[in-house]
């Protein structure tokens, strides 16, 4: 087996590299943030979610995707549920269901709806509130990261899957339990109502909401709070790797990732803890064209983008489901617009895509304090701009000259000694960085 962990930090690659290792390969689109010659500036992972002539926050938001994937999985258990409830009322001879049977029922039918409420909207709620965006600003010519202290702490996350597997099991448990009690208390076969199992069901619903604040409460009194690092646009790494995927004894599939990193300065070959973004790409011209959208941005501002249109949202999915009518109508198809009401159905996809409208007016803004850079993002003068350094323009001068000669970034190697243009030293002393809270802000 490859050893997929090494001790030591790899030497730091440059644009235009290219490394194979562990079955994948990885290219190095920067430092520099040079241009690759994309033909589209695309973004192909929907990771913009929002931008103005200033600042582009970039990040991995809600997705219709993960909630139909549950909304699959809830169908399915229900209808097992539905199953088993048959086959037991079968078995009693199929005259009126009794008291304990339809308990039990109800109460598998509430195991799977926290199932489904649990993973499906807890667990991805409290992740995207704990993960900011990174922030873009193309005036400053700076990045902002959000980096976690380095070294593990003693208590887990609050977005800890199994952490938050297995308090909602527990939790579900002890609600099926609970109704079941509850049941046989109403009936008369219970003298007291189960007080104790509804405590401890209430109370492991409410740790998932109540540890999130206790569990940053702790961080800031161990002094272990997020910072917000300000990285110079020109230091910042971008790779895409084609990359294996390992399962037990074997390589079980193989896919593409974009991936935005902040580097250590003071640890060559090492990147700041708990920041960056790694996305899923379909492939390499479609990692290519979404590091093109960004260096765009950044280089040449917002006018020389097209935003992807959304896919999500009850407009978009009602109109989705218009397109799909129409089609079936003009071929009178009925089976395939039975088939395709049916699957929308089971994966329950209009509430996923309602739902996911409302994490994205109202669940992502949760992840960064209200007033978080705002006078960082606000507007100077174009005087003050920041301009990009002597090698990059130099270099993008001559990438530029040789695509026209029919040469491709990712063929070349090296780009700076390709070209023969010494980058600027590195300083190695760490960027500026402050407490990620309401009040900090940059000098």
């Known amino acids: 087996?490859?050893?997929?962990?090494?001790?030591?930090?790899?030497?730091?690659?440059?644009?235009?590299?290219?490394?194979?290792?562990?079955?994948?390969?990885?290219?190095?689109?920067?430092?520099?943030?040079?241009?690759?010659?994309s033909e589209h500036g695309v973004d192909v992972a929907h990771i913009d979610v929002g931008h103005d002539d200033v600042t582009m926050d970039i990040r991995q938001g809600a997705s219709p995707e993960s909630l139909m994937t549950a909304g699959h999985v809830a169908s399915g258990l229900s209808l097992?549920?539905?199953?088993?409830?048959?086959?037991?009322?079968?078995?009693?001879?199929?005259?009126?269901?009794?008291?304990?049977?339809?308990?039990?029922?109800?109460?598998?039918?509430?195991?799977?709806?926290?199932?489904?409420?649990?993973?499906?909207?807890?667990?991805?709620?409290?992740?995207?509130?704990?993960?900011?965006?990174?922030?873009?600003?193309?005036q400053r010519r700076e990045v902002a990261f959000v980096v976690v202290p380095p070294g593990r702490f003693w208590l887990p996350a609050p977005h800890n899957l199994w952490l938050i597997s297995t308090v909602g099991t527990a939790a579900a448990i002890l609600g099926v339990l609970?109704?079941?009690e509850i049941g046989e208390w109403l009936r008369g076969a219970r003298e007291s109502f189960p007080l104790g199992l509804t405590l401890l069901h209430l109370g492991a619903m409410a740790f998932l909401f109540v540890y999130p604040p206790i569990y940053d409460a702790i961080c800031c009194l161990f002094k272990r709070e997020r910072r917000t690092v300000l990285v110079p646009w020109e230091d910042i790494v971008a790779v895409c790797g084609f990359n294996p995927s390992l399962g037990p004894g074997a390589i079980t599939g193989f896919g593409w990732n974009f991936a935005l990193l902040p580097p250590d300065p003071e640890r060559p070959g090492y990147t700041?803890?708990?920041?960056?973004?790694?996305?899923?790409?379909?492939?390499?011209?479609?990692?290519?064209?979404?590091?093109?959208?960004?260096?765009?941005?950044?280089?040449?501002?917002?006018?020389?983008?097209?935003?992807?249109?959304?896919?999500?949202?009850?407009?978009?999915?009602?109109?989705?489901?218009?397109?799909?009518?129409?089609?079936?109508?003009?071929?009178?198809?009925?089976?395939?617009?039975r088939r395709f009401r049916r699957k929308r159905l089971w994966e329950h996809a209009r509430f996923a895509h309602w739902y996911t409208e409302y994490r994205m007016q109202h669940v992502l803004p949760k992840a960064v304090p209200?007033?978080?850079?705002?006078?960082?993002?606000?507007?100077?003068?174009?005087?003050?701009?920041?301009?990009?350094?002597?090698?990059?323009?130099?270099?993008?001068?001559?990438?530029?000259?040789?695509?026209?000669?029919?040469?491709?970034?990712?063929?070349?190697?090296?780009?700076?000694?390709?070209?023969?243009?010494?980058?600027?030293?590195?300083?190695?002393?760490?960027?500026?960085?402050?407490?990620?809270?309401?009040?900090?802000?940059?000098?």
Request: charged fraction near 20%.
């Open 80 to 138: 097992c549920m539905i199953f088993l409830f048959l086959i037991l009322w079968a078995g009693l001879g199929g005259y009126s269901p009794g008291f304990q049977l339809m308990t039990f029922f109800g109460g598998g039918l509430y195991f799977v709806f926290l199932n489904f409420f649990i993973l499906g909207i807890i667990w991805i709620n409290t992740l995207l509130k704990r993960l900011p965006p990174i922030r873009l600003n193309r």
């Open 178 to 180: 609970g109704i079941i």
């Open 1 to 37: 087996m490859f050893n997929t962990s090494p001790k030591e930090a790899l030497p730091p690659m440059r644009s235009g590299e290219r490394e194979s290792r562990a079955g994948g390969e990885q290219y190095c689109l920067s430092p520099l943030p040079l241009p690759v010659d």
């Open 272 to 337: 700041l803890p708990g920041a960056g973004i790694i996305v899923g790409v379909g492939g390499l011209p479609g990692a290519l064209a979404q590091w093109e959208y960004i260096r765009r941005f950044m280089e040449e501002g917002a006018e020389a983008i097209t935003p992807s249109a959304k896919e999500w949202g009850l407009e978009w999915y009602d109109a989705y489901v218009a397109r799909e009518k129409a089609a079936c109508e003009r071929t009178n198809d009925r089976a395939r617009w």
């Open 370 to 443: 209200k007033d978080w850079l705002a006078e960082w993002s606000k507007p100077l003068p174009k005087a003050q701009w920041a301009k990009p350094s002597a090698a990059m323009t130099e270099l993008s001068e001559q990438l530029r000259a040789a695509y026209q000669r029919g040469e491709k970034f990712t063929e070349m190697g090296d780009i700076e000694k390709r070209f023969g243009v010494t980058p600027p030293a590195s300083s190695h002393k760490a960027y500026p960085s402050f407490p990620f809270s309401v009040k900090a802000q940059p000098a």
